[in-house]
């Protein structure tokens, strides 16, 4: 089986602009002219529509995507309780299987040169009894993008994320630091105590901003994919 193309992108933890960064990746990528799909495998927190429970990531993500792609393709897991994935699984009477997430990142990248998979949650979140974000990781074979909410208690969860990726066997292509607002004290300092205690490379800085377009997002990165 060949290697698939694209990037895993999971954070230090929910709330941490992985969408953010997903989308200014998807536009990264377009620009070098390649076709990006977008995918978000699970989904916890959707909100019921006539055509069935929708996520406002996934959405944007479709949107993003610059290949045709039902909703089905990019969310293939949604669930309506905001809570953890495996539980909002168990009360949908259903078990999130990464198998079938694997199949159908396949399905894309048949169609796509590049696919971005965006993570539900921080890295060790559980999917099913047994397995969790991480599994899955590994499972698609992606490089991993850390997105880093540089907020008071970052420096744990990055240096701590970043030991469980490599624990895993997981490739970490670098981090992206991602400035929340209010803007946290010794911000920069943060950045370079990351910086000094990770070998893999900083992706990119983005700043706190009111309009965070995925072109916006794009000019923060520096990514050396092809």
Known sequence: MSKLNGYFITGTDTGVGKTVVTLGLMQLLQDRGHRVAGMKPVASGCEPTAQGLRNDDAVRLRQQANIELAYKAVNPYAFAPPVAPHLAAAEAGCRIDLETIHAGVRQLAERADRVCVEGIGGWLVPLNERETVADLAVRLGLDVILVVGIRLGCLNHALLTVQSIKTHGARLAGWVANCLPPV???????????????????????????????????????????
Do not use: F, R, W, Y
Not at 205 to 224: F, G, K
């Open 184 to 226: 946290a004290d010794c911000l920069d300092e943060n950045i370079n105590t990351i910086k000094s205690m990770a070998s893999e490379p900083l992706l990119g800085v983005v700043p706190p901003v009111a309009l965070p377009t995925p072109a916006n997002i794009a000019a923060c990165l520096d990514i050396a994919c092809q």
